[in-house]
T-cell receptor, first 115, second 112 residues
Framework: KQEVTQIPAALSVPEGENLVLNCSFT??????LQWFRQDPGKGLTSLLL?????REQTSGRLNASLDKSSGRSTLYIAASQPGDSATYLCAATPWDYNQGGKLIFGQGTELSVKP | DGGITQSPKYLFRKEGQNVTLSCEQNLNHDAMYWYRQDPGQGLRLIYYSQIVNDFQKGDIAEGYSVSREKKESFPLTVTSAQKNPTAFYLC???????????FGPGTRLTVL
């Protein structure tokens, strides 16, 4: 059974710092991995999607990497800003089509960027 | 604008009542999902549908029911059999090209 874990659960950094959020998964048979952002009381916003055959994806100040052999993904945020404060969730799609393309989520990392 | 809408934003339920949460998408996606979010537990899958008139139970389907009569709509009913329904409910749909999931703004359900 696939399990997704995110460490740390919470992170507080000063503005301008570069930071890394970690995501690990137990089963390397994944179709893709998505990183989401969630603001308090809101839905999820998709940040980056990495296909199984890819090693990384970039969007602006965000870079996500995927290493299936070690069961790890990282989200790198460059030059953090107070507006980056939110909860970041990673989620894996199992390769098994019989699971309907569902996402298996980690519990998230709550990020606070201090001015 | 293409996207997913959920209504209502807040919903209050009395003991013994059934309530229905609405989810509509105009992304022309075949697959739709309902997740439940509880503090400290992440998101868990309730039901999903990969095509009209077909749906499957997820990991925590007990006490819930769904229908999929139209491609655009995937309503979720929380029945009185659901013992602890207070939670944040999120609807999603999945694109066919990259299997990327997109989420609605959520409905917060509170049992009085």
């Amino acid at each position: 059974k696939q399990e997704v874990t995110q460490i740390p659960a919470a992170l507080s950094v000063p503005e301008g710092e570069n930071l890394v959020l970690n995501c690990s998964f137990t089963d390397s048979a994944i179709y893709n991995l998505q990183w989401f952002r969630q603001d308090p009381g809101k839905g999820l916003t998709s940040l980056l999607l990495i296909q199984s055959s890819q090693r990384e994806q970039t969007s602006g100040r965000l870079n996500a990497s995927l290493d299936k052999s070690s069961g790890r993904s990282t989200l790198y945020i460059a030059a953090s800003q107070p507006g980056d404060s939110a909860t970041y969730l990673c989620a894996a799609t199992p390769w098994d089509y019989n699971q309907g393309g569902k996402l298996i989520f980690g519990q998230g990392t709550e990020l606070s960027v201090k001015p | 604008d293409g996207g997913i809408t959920q209504s209502p934003k807040y919903l209050f339920r009395k003991e013994g009542q059934n309530v229905t949460l609405s989810c509509e998408q105009n992304l022309n996606h075949d697959a739709m999902y309902w997740y439940r979010q509880d503090p400290g537990q992440g998101l868990r899958l309730i039901y999903y549908s990969q095509i009209v008139n077909d749906f499957q139970k997820g990991d925590i389907a007990e006490g819930y029911s769904v229908s999929r009569e139209k491609k655009e709509s995937f309503p979720l009913t929380v029945t009185s059999a659901q013992k602890n329904p207070t939670a944040f409910y999120l609807c999603a749909s999945r694109g066919d090209l990259y299997n990327e999931q997109f989420f609605g703004p959520g409905t917060r359900l509170t049992v009085l």
